[in-house]
């Protein structure tokens, strides 16, 4: 039973436009959210993270945006950069003692030049 | 950015063999994690720590076993290999607080023939 699910196993973006990767959970105790980056023989890079009580989150040309109601996030990158490509992982964080990250399948996205 | 170290990167071996993946981080971090992951499925959790002399099992079973003597190490063991074992072994290291992202080594990838 996957508590994090990234549907879109691909994403192909033109260099300059956006790009928006989408995940949706099931675990509503989940108290932060993260996405990572991962280059091909790389561990993950952690990325940026939102907390549950927020629905914003910016860090320069990265933004996650957070909707508790329809248990969904998504990450925008403007302008997608060809050094964007990489698989990205969105990781939803359990407090209650054990703050373990239970990670979606990835989305790998591929900017064109 | 967090300094995390794996050993060997790349590990071919034949089945019944003993192993032992090596981690070790220097940024002082006192939560330190395993997770498993095969080519295009999301990181699973298989061990855990809080400290030293602290180690935990994650979500998903494992074979292997883990230690944590020293804050800065967190070796995995896999007592006879086998073919199932084959996969992708990270290991990350965190600072304690709920926020806090956990920062990945680059990984190894561990054949069994």
């Known amino acids: 039973d996957q508590q994090v699910k990234q549907n879109s196993p691909s994403l192909s973006v033109q260099e300059g436009r956006i790009s928006i990767l989408n995940c949706d959970y099931t675990n509503s105790m989940f108290d932060y959210f993260l996405w990572y980056k991962k280059y091909p023989a790389e561990g993950p890079t952690f990325l940026i993270s939102i907390s549950s009580i927020k629905d914003k989150n910016e860090d320069g040309r990265f933004t996650v945006f957070l909707n508790k109601s329809a248990k969904h996030l998504s990450l925008h990158i403007v302008p997608s950069q060809p050094g964007d490509s990489a698989v990205y992982f969105c990781a939803g964080l359990s407090g209650a003692g054990s703050y373990q990250l239970t990670f979606g399948k990835g989305t790998k996205l591929s900017v064109i030049p | 950015e967090a300094d995390i170290y794996q050993t060997p990167r790349y590990l071919v071996i034949g089945t019944g063999k003993k192993i032992t993946l090596e981690c070790s981080q220097t940024m002082g971090h006192d939560k330190m994690y395993w997770y498993q992951q095969d080519p295009g499925m999301e990181l699973h959790l298989i061990h855990y720590?809080?400290?030293?002399?602290?180690?935990e099992k994650g979500d998903l079973s494992s074979e292997s076993t883990v230690s944590r003597i020293r804050t800065e190490h967190f070796p995995l063991t896999l007592e006879s290999a086998r073919p199932s074992h084959t996969s992708q072994y990270l290991c990350?290291?965190?600072?304690?607080?709920?926020?806090?992202?956990?920062?990945f080594g680059d990984g190894t990838r561990l054949s069994i023939l």
């Open positions: 720590s809080y400290g030293v002399n602290s180690t």
């Open positions: 990350a290291s965190s600072e304690y607080g709920e926020s806090g992202p956990q920062h």
